[in-house]
């Protein structure tokens, strides 16, 4: 009798990508940019806490690309695995029923008032598609000094928005909350924050980080921590 053989899921894919690499998961948040808590969730196979599906594809391909493995076919198999397929298009709708009309006819003023609906909403929020984006940093002070060589940025953003931090793409969740993890070397690090809405608009903020690996102790000498 032939043996069948159950096909890897998500996580042991990228535990096996990892080990080949000899990689932890801080070590892959930090050449990701992908938080700690994402990666964790995606290597064990829990989705519960997952963004939407374009997020989860941005993450897999900046994964494929760290680990050297196809992120889109990471992507493939997560699809297959979770069900999360890409919005579908217009050649995707069913075949006409002959019932539908009739359906519609009597549906037509329950449409109507969702349409209302929508238009108010689309009101409302209108100011998010025509303002400048707004982006809100965690304990980030503009005399921000540290003495770890690594530093997690935090932040909000509107989640339809994007945002880049030096020129690398960050994905926020659903909820627009961001982190990334990001080396820092002795001295100034400058972060450029690029945040653009959906109409072109962009908000553009510098941010420096100093990283200083000495301490004066009580004798008044310098004393290197590392």
């Known amino acids: 009798m032939e043996e069948s053989f159950e096909p890897k899921t998500i996580g042991a894919l990228i535990h096996d990508a990892m080990r080949a690499k000899n990689l ?26 997952m963004p939407s599906a374009p997020y989860v594809r941005g993450y897999l391909l900046r994964i494929g690309e760290v680990l050297a493995i196809d992120g889109e076919s990471l992507w493939k198999e997560y699809t297959r695995q979770y069900g999360a397929l890409p919005r579908s298009g217009k050649h995707d709708a069913p075949p006409s029923n002959r019932f539908l009309i009739k359906q519609l006819n009597a549906k037509t003023v329950g449409i109507a008032a969702v349409i209302l609906v929508i238009a108010a909403v689309a009101f409302f929020r209108s100011s998010a598609f025509i303002g400048k984006p707004t982006l809100a940093l965690e304990s980030f002070d503009d005399s921000l000094t540290v003495a770890t060589s690594t530093y997690t940025i935090r932040g909000t953003i509107d989640p339809e928005n994007q945002l880049t931090v030096n020129d690398e793409a960050v994905y926020p969740g659903e909820d627009g909350i961001f982190e990334k993890q990001v080396p820092l070397s002795p001295g100034f690090n400058t972060f450029r924050f690029s945040v653009k809405g959906l109409l072109g608009k962009e908000l553009q903020i510098v941010k420096q980080i100093y990283y200083t690996t000495s301490t004066v102790p009580s004798d008044g000498t310098n004393e290197s921590i590392e």
Request: hydrophobic share 25%; net charge negative; proline share 0%.
């Open 24 to 49: 932890s998961l801080e070590k892959l948040g930090q050449q990701t940019g992908i938080s700690e808590r994402f990666l964790s969730s995606l290597t064990e196979d829990d989705m519960r806490q």
